[in-house]
């Protein structure tokens, strides 16, 4: 019996021990998940770790070590707890989601149409969620190339400039002028524009009646040309035609003129404009040519040159400063300009008999005739200022 009972315990030795040794073993501790804020707390154990998700959840669910963070509205983050906590997918669905919820193990998606798997529904096609990674940057998934933005609606309406400029002549009889340059332009939206310019403007300084042969000097002169325009105005490019007419250098002649202007580069950005007319009768067939080149410094800042001349008895040569005071180039834009640099007017005296610049009005030929003299000879050039405005109502 003694024997019987040593080997008995002996097998239970063998086959038990293991047993019970199995049984002690400790089984892997499972993660349990606790939201806060835009991170979700992981616990194994008694160890806590922190996950950043980048969004503000709006719904939770957790099955086992995995946990699902909805960032709506179609991005699903999955943390997994082992073998540390970490973001272990970033799920782009092609379904709404509203909320999540465990239901027999199984994680499930609410949807616009209903309850289903979340492991059903398909993945997006379409840009996710942007969210903002661990370092503060942000990145979506799957993003659609953007698209260009939309170009900017070319200016059309009406304009209204005014640029007055007034200098000092100090040529030989020196004098003081002003003169004005008004525009009046409506743009319209199929390309068509409409336009009047007009120049006008004295000069004055001291008189000085001269000779026979030389005419007088100095004195009152005045300045006066208007321009009536049709056109095409594109968002690059304008040209337009007009007619008008104009005071002469010499004299007081006025005649009729035809003039070209044109635009290259679009409103408000690079461009040059020029300016050219011509008379339509008389000794000398050119009237003005001129041109201004500008480009932006700023949004609300450019810097540009101008200079114009001719037989219109103006000229200048400046160079402008103009800026935004309110508006965004549309309706309601209101730009302030400014120019310095040199400017003149100049007249002469009507040579009629070709040989002198002054006439005898009565018993031609005769020494007891009256001497009359259409027009003075003026060169008010020198340094000159202009201040202005472009107003788009």
Same mark, same amino acid.
């Given at each position: 019996?003694?024997?019987?009972?040593?080997?008995?315990?002996?097998?239970?030795?063998?086959?038990?021990?293991?047993?019970?040794?199995?049984?002690?073993?400790?089984?892997?501790?499972?993660?349990?998940?606790?939201?806060?804020?835009?991170?979700?707390?992981?616990?194994?154990?008694?160890?806590?770790?922190?996950?950043?998700?980048?969004? %503000?959840?709006?719904?939770?669910?957790?099955?086992?070590?995995?946990?699902?963070?909805?960032?709506?509205?179609?991005?699903?983050?999955?943390?997994?707890?082992?073998?540390?906590?970490?973001?272990?997918?970033?799920?782009?669905?092609?379904?709404?989601?509203?909320?999540?919820?465990?239901?027999?193990?199984? &994680?499930?998606?609410?949807?616009?149409?209903? &309850?289903?798997?979340?492991?059903?529904?398909?993945?997006?096609?379409?840009?996710?969620?942007?969210?903002?990674?661990?370092?503060?940057?942000?990145?979506?998934? !799957?993003?659609?190339?953007?698209?260009?933005?939309?170009?900017?609606?070319? #200016?059309?309406?009406?304009?209204?400039?005014?640029?007055?400029?007034?200098?000092?002549?100090?040529? %030989?009889?020196?004098?003081?002028?002003?003169?004005?340059?008004?525009?009046?332009?409506?743009?319209?939206?199929?390309?068509?524009?409409?336009?009047?310019?007009?120049?006008?403007?004295?000069?004055?300084?001291?008189?000085?009646?001269?000779?026979?042969?030389?005419?007088?000097?100095?004195?009152?002169?005045? &300045?006066?040309?208007?321009?009536?325009?049709?056109?095409?105005?594109? !968002?690059?490019?304008?040209?337009?035609?007009?007619?008008?007419?104009?005071?002469?250098?010499?004299?007081?002649?006025?005649?009729?003129?035809?003039?070209?202007?044109?635009?290259?580069?679009?409103?408000?950005?690079?461009?040059?404009?020029?300016?050219?007319?011509?008379?339509?009768?008389?000794?000398?067939?050119?009237?003005?040519?001129?041109?201004?080149?500008?480009?932006?410094? %700023?949004?609300?800042?450019?810097?540009?040159?101008?200079?114009?001349?001719?037989?219109?008895?103006?000229? !200048?040569?400046?160079?402008?400063?103009?800026?935004?005071?309110?508006?965004?180039?549309?309706?309601?834009?209101?730009?302030?300009?400014?120019?310095?640099?040199?400017?003149?007017?100049?007249?002469?005296?009507?040579?009629?008999?070709?040989?002198?610049?002054?006439?005898?009005?009565?018993?031609?030929?005769?020494?007891?005739?009256?001497?009359?003299?259409?027009?003075?000879?003026?060169?008010?050039?020198?340094?000159? &200022?202009?201040?202005?405005? #472009?107003?788009?109502?």
């Amino acid at each position: 019996m003694r024997g019987s009972s040593t080997a008995i315990a002996l097998c239970l030795a063998l086959f038990a021990g293991p047993a019970l040794a199995e049984g002690d073993e400790e089984k892997p501790a499972e993660a349990s998940f606790e939201l806060a804020g835009s991170s979700v707390i992981v616990k194994v154990g008694d160890v806590e770790q922190t996950v950043r998700v980048g969004c %503000t959840p709006a719904s939770f669910a957790a099955v086992v070590n995995t946990a699902y963070v909805l960032c709506a509205p179609n991005v699903v983050v999955v943390v997994d707890a082992l073998p540390k906590p970490h973001v272990l997918q970033r799920r782009a669905l092609a379904s709404h989601v509203i909320s999540l919820s465990v239901k027999d193990g199984v &994680v499930m998606a609410r949807t616009d149409s209903g &309850v289903k798997p979340l492991d059903e529904i398909a993945p997006s096609t379409a840009p996710a969620l942007v969210i903002v990674t661990e370092n503060g940057t942000t990145r979506s998934f !799957r993003e659609r190339p953007r698209k260009p933005p939309p170009p900017k609606p070319q #200016i059309s309406g009406l304009e209204i400039g005014l640029l007055g400029t007034a200098g000092a002549g100090v040529d %030989t009889h020196p004098g003081v002028f002003t003169f004005f340059d008004a525009s009046l332009v409506q743009r319209f939206p199929f390309g068509l524009s409409l336009a009047a310019y007009g120049t006008f403007g004295a000069g004055t300084g001291s008189f000085d009646a001269g000779s026979r042969s030389t005419g007088p000097f100095g004195g009152d002169v005045q &300045v006066g040309a208007f321009e009536a325009h049709v056109g095409i105005d594109m !968002r690059w490019f304008a040209i337009s035609i007009g007619f008008g007419a104009g005071l002469r250098e010499q004299g007081y002649d006025v005649e009729p003129s035809f003039a070209i202007r044109g635009r290259g580069g679009e409103i408000d950005g690079f461009t040059f404009t020029w300016h050219s007319s011509f008379m339509i009768q008389g000794p000398n067939a050119f009237g003005v040519l001129g041109g201004m080149i500008e480009f932006p410094l %700023t949004k609300t800042w450019w810097l540009g040159a101008d200079a114009e001349l001719g037989n219109l008895r103006y000229g !200048r040569f400046m160079v402008d400063l103009r800026h935004r005071l309110t508006g965004n180039g549309y309706s309601g834009t209101v730009d302030l300009r400014a120019s310095v640099g040199l400017a003149y007017l100049q007249t002469s005296a009507s040579d009629t008999s070709n040989k002198d610049r002054c006439f005898n009005a009565f018993f031609s030929g005769s020494p007891l005739g009256d001497t009359e003299c259409l027009g003075t000879n003026v060169d008010y050039l020198g340094p000159a &200022v202009s201040l202005g405005f #472009i107003w788009r109502p």
